[in-house]
Structures are given as structure tokens and as C-alpha cells.
């Protein structure tokens, strides 16, 4: 049973850039693609983009020139970057394994 | 741009009552390898949203016979034949060309 777990701030100031790892026990990033979804409070979901194993990826046009999403095979990992917060990016951060299985998220506020 | 329209934005339902959520969307999601991408979630709350229906119609691993899934092209419905107290939550639908969700319909039990 593969199991996901997002870490990383809490608290990031506005204009910098918000860095999250997500840590995948039970299984090898090998086996399927990996998904970055956030959801700001209150709010409905919105995808932010995944990478395959290969390394290819596909971003949410409205963030792609922001976003980054990188693989850390050593450390059975997946990353993601967004830069140049606001307050806008204030979200619960998801990670995923593909569309099936979801870590419990992280909240990240975007405040001085 | 794909648009999912999801209807209706809430549900209040007795348990033991049937439910049915509808999710539309603005483009065909008949992917050319004859396959719709197109999912049900359902968010608990304080949970993180756990799948119930993949490719429109199949019964992810765990998930109880009282859900289904159908619908293609454009249309598609998510049924609960028998709403039970713990499926209280916000149920989204997602298509996975674009990777847009519907907006969420909440249901709440009578």
C-alpha cells in the first residue's frame, strides 16, 4: 500500500517560493505518474501539474511559468516548487499518485 | 478550456434515500485510445479526497456496491443507491485531459 506524506513550511513570505517534498513509502516512483493538487481553504480543488518516472511534465497553464515539479529517485521523493508567492497561493498542498491515492496534505499560508 | 459543471451544489438526503450527483462537461472526454478519463471523488471532512469511480464507471479498490458511476461524452452521474451517515462530504468530479475538477456538490444527510 503506497503511502504519501507532503512536508515542508508552513509559512512563506510573499514574492518568495514555496518548496514541498513528498515522501512515497510502499512503492517505487517507477510505478505511475505523480501529482501535485492544492486546494485554498474552503475552496474546491485545482490541479497544479505531475511528472512521469521519465521525467516529462505537464503543468496547469495559469501556474507553468511558476512551477516546478522534480523527482528524487534516491529518496523515493517528489517535489515541487512555486515561485513568486501571494497571498492567492495560500492552499492546502496535495500530493498524489497519479489520480488514485492522495497524501493528507499540507497547509501553506502565504503571509509576511 | 475544459469547464466541469457539476449539479446539484448541494444535497440533503435521508438516510437509506438514493442520491445522484451530475457532472457535465464543455468538451467530449472520449480520449483517443477509446477510454474516458473521467473520475468521482469523495472529500470527507478534514480528510484529503479519496477515489471512488475511475474511468467513469469503475468501482475503485475498497469503495461499497452503493456507489456507481455512469454517463459518457459529455454527461455523466455519480448514484448512491442507499446514502448511509458516513458519506457525508463534498464529492468532486475530475477529467484528466486538461486535469480540471468540478466545482464540488456537498451533501449533507437529513
Not at chain 1, 521525467?55 to 513568486?84: A, C, F
Not at chain 2, 443507491?81 to 486538461?98: F, K, P
Amino acid at each position: 500500500q503506497v503511502q504519501l506524506q507532503e512536508s515542508g513550511p508552513g509559512l512563506v513570505n510573499p514574492s518568495e517560493t514555496l518548496s514541498l517534498t513528498c515522501t512515497v513509502s510502499g512503492g517505487s516512483l517507477s510505478s505511475d505518474y505523480w501529482s501535485w493538487i492544492r486546494q485554498p481553504p474552503g475552496k474546491g480543488l485545482e490541479w497544479i501539474g505531475y511528472i512521469r518516472y521519465s521525467g516529462s511534465t505537464n503543468y496547469r497553464p495559469s501556474l507553468k511559468s511558476r512551477v516546478t515539479i522534480s523527482l528524487d529517485t534516491s529518496k523515493n521523493q517528489v517535489s515541487l516548487r512555486l515561485s513568486s508567492v501571494t497571498a492567492a497561493d495560500t492552499a492546502v498542498y496535495y500530493c498524489a499518485r497519479g489520480v488514485r491515492a492522495w497524501g493528507q496534505g499540507t497547509l501553506v499560508t502565504v503571509s509576511s | 478550456d475544459i469547464v466541469m459543471t457539476q449539479t446539484p451544489l448541494s444535497l440533503s438526503v435521508t438516510p437509506g434515500q438514493p442520491a445522484s450527483i451530475s457532472c457535465k462537461s464543455s468538451q467530449s472526454l472520449l480520449h483517443s485510445d477509446g477510454k474516458t478519463y473521467l473520475y468521482w471523488y469523495l472529500q470527507k471532512p478534514g480528510q484529503s479526497p479519496q477515489l471512488l469511480i475511475y474511468e467513469v464507471s469503475n468501482r475503485f479498490s475498497g469503495v461499497p456496491d452503493r456507489f456507481s458511476g455512469s454517463g459518457s461524452g459529455t454527461d455523466f452521474t455519480l448514484k448512491i443507491s442507499r446514502v448511509e451517515a458516513e458519506d457525508v462530504g463534498v464529492y468532486y468530479c475530475l477529467e484528466t485531459i486538461q486535469y480540471t475538477f468540478g466545482q464540488g456538490t456537498q451533501l449533507e444527510i437529513k
